[in-house]
């Protein structure tokens, strides 16, 4: 079973800031990767699959990198609506595992 | 537009019975793999089954193998979640989720708590 690790697990950031998430994978999950964003009382919302493409409707501010083992989210300009948890998922095999979660908070 | 709605949650003591639904709309619902999902504070997002898009095959992870069935009508686009000898770590809020791989639309969610 894939084991999905983000870092760090809290991100105090200032609004204009370049906001810098981390996913680490126990083994590849080539480019398996998607990211979510969860606000607060809502459901996860995608944001980033294939590990870099932008789902619709997604701000060009946030973008994704990374293959194998290791990935990154970056939000190049936070926003005030930007200040949620994010999580990353893989899809390479089952079960499908999600990180905990990285919360960016002000 | 695409929507999930979700309902059936509740109260129910360990041991006991529930059905969730989910129904879709804004898509050709037989075409897509579903899903659910839930979400507790302690194990945080963790998926629970998947069902193929003519329900003839489903997949579980062992944690609920054996005691939650997935199933759908497509003629109703209803997606379903019966869930037996339910624990209290059955307890989360569980999310109606669409597709295959990464997960693209997800409902509001619906509250199960498991409790004596």
């Known amino acids: 079973e894939i084991v999905l690790t983000q870092s760090p697990a809290t991100l105090s950031v200032s609004p204009g800031e370049r906001a810098t998430l981390s996913c680490r994978a126990s083994?590849?999950?080539?480019?398996?990767l998607a990211w979510y964003q969860q606000q607060p009382g809502q459901a996860p919302r995608l944001l980033i699959y294939d590990a870099s493409t932008r789902a619709t409707g997604i701000p060009a501010r946030f973008s994704g990198s990374g293959s194998g083992t290791e990935f990154t989210l970056t939000i190049s300009s936070l926003q005030s609506e930007d200040f949620a948890v994010y999580y990353c998922q893989q899809y390479t095999s089952w079960p499908k595992a999600f990180g905990q979660g990285t919360k960016v908070e002000i | 537009e695409v929507q999930l709605v979700e309902s059936g949650g509740g109260l129910v003591q360990p041991g006991g019975s529930l059905r969730l639904s989910c129904e879709a709309s804004g898509f050709t619902f037989s075409t897509y793999w579903m899903n659910w999902v839930r979400q507790d504070p302690e194990k945080g997002l963790v998926w629970v089954s998947r069902?193929?898009?003519?329900?003839?095959?489903?997949d579980y992870p062992d944690s609920v193998k054996g005691r939650f069935t997935i199933s759908r009508d497509n003629a109703k686009n209803t997606l379903y979640l019966q869930m037996n000898s339910l624990r209290v770590e059955d307890t989360a809020v569980y999310y109606c989720?669409?597709?295959?791989?990464?997960?693209?639309?997800w409902g509001q969610g619906n509250l199960v708590t498991v409790s004596s």
């Open positions: 069902i193929n898009s003519d329900g003839s095959s489903t």
């Open positions: 989720v669409r597709n295959a791989y990464y997960f693209d639309y």
């Open positions: 083994q590849s999950v080539s480019s398996n």
